[in-house]
């Protein structure tokens, strides 16, 4: 949905330095707080789990855990994972009240569910599991 959206006001919402150019990322990355706030306006109309890393290009568990949030974002296509560089947009980490990098931020509907403050790849994934919406398989 955000990809729609950026591709509609022009530049690349997901672009993202850390993917190869053979695999575009499924990470959202916002250097804007413009577009974040049209992304996360228009979250709020469907029931998707949203999961937003904050983090910052100095931070080393930042660093450590990018990798394991490409592979949950390539396991959970029904998940909106995002990533906020608190420097770019210390407004919207402010807002959302991080304090400590990685914060991972879990919303539904504009609504946080829940957080997760550090590197825990294994804890994040098991909220991503509860929170996200399961897929439902006509039969």
Not at 27 to 38: D, E, I, Q, Y
Not at 39 to 61: E, T, Y
Not at 66 to 77: L, R, S, V
Request: aromatic share 8%; proline share 5%; glycine share 6%.
């Amino acid at each position: 949905m955000g990809s729609l959206i950026s591709s509609l006001l022009g530049g690349d919402a997901s672009a993202d330095a850390s993917a190869s150019p053979s695999e575009p990322s499924l990470v959202l990355a916002f250097h804007s707080s413009a577009r974040w706030n049209l992304h996360f306006n228009s979250s709020k109309q469907i029931p998707k789990l949203m999961v937003v890393d904050f983090s910052a290009s100095w931070c080393g568990p930042c660093k450590f855990i990018e990798p394991a949030i490409h592979a949950m974002a390539a396991k959970f296509t029904d998940v909106d994972f995002v990533k906020i560089d608190v420097d770019e947009l210390s407004d919207v980490a402010q807002e959302f009240g991080v304090q400590g990098m990685p914060t991972f931020v879990l919303l539904k509907q504009g609504k946080e569910v829940d957080r997760l403050v550090g590197a825990k790849k294994d804890e994040l994934e098991k909220k991503v599991e509860k929170h996200r919406v399961k897929p439902k398989f006509a039969t």
